[in-house]
């Protein structure tokens, strides 16, 4: 990189985005492109709309989300009896089942 080179993109200038989305946390906008046949990218802007960073995802990426959950763990998350971890299977809602309890069948394609 040269010093006092311009090394921003203008956003929206060439491209469409399919999806922009605003992380407040970090002060980053990301914004995604497709073609809608191949292999899509998610562009990532600083707050000035400098381009960052760019990533491949798969196609079409439509939806952007940020995971900003504080609690990381299912004890922080409070879920019931799970300090006896061994007589309870969890399902990924956190539901909590006994060994020999009836649960839903999960189908695998």
């Not at 952007?64 to 609690?71: A, K, W």
């Not at 300090?83 to 006994?98: E, F, M, P, Q, V």
């Amino acid at each position: 990189m040269v010093e006092g080179e311009d090394n921003s993109s203008e956003v929206g200038l060439f491209d469409n985005f399919y999806e922009l989305a605003e992380d407040k946390i970090n002060s980053k906008f990301y914004a995604s492109s497709t073609d809608y046949v191949s292999y899509g990218n998610i562009h990532i802007y600083d707050e000035n709309y400098n381009l960052e960073s760019t990533f491949t995802t798969g196609i079409s990426p439509g939806t952007i989300v940020f995971d900003v959950r504080q609690s990381l763990s299912l004890e922080e998350l409070g879920i019931p009896y799970f300090t006896n971890k061994s007589s309870y299977i969890y399902d990924l809602l956190g539901r909590a089942y006994g060994v020999n309890d009836y649960r839903p069948l999960v189908y695998h394609c």
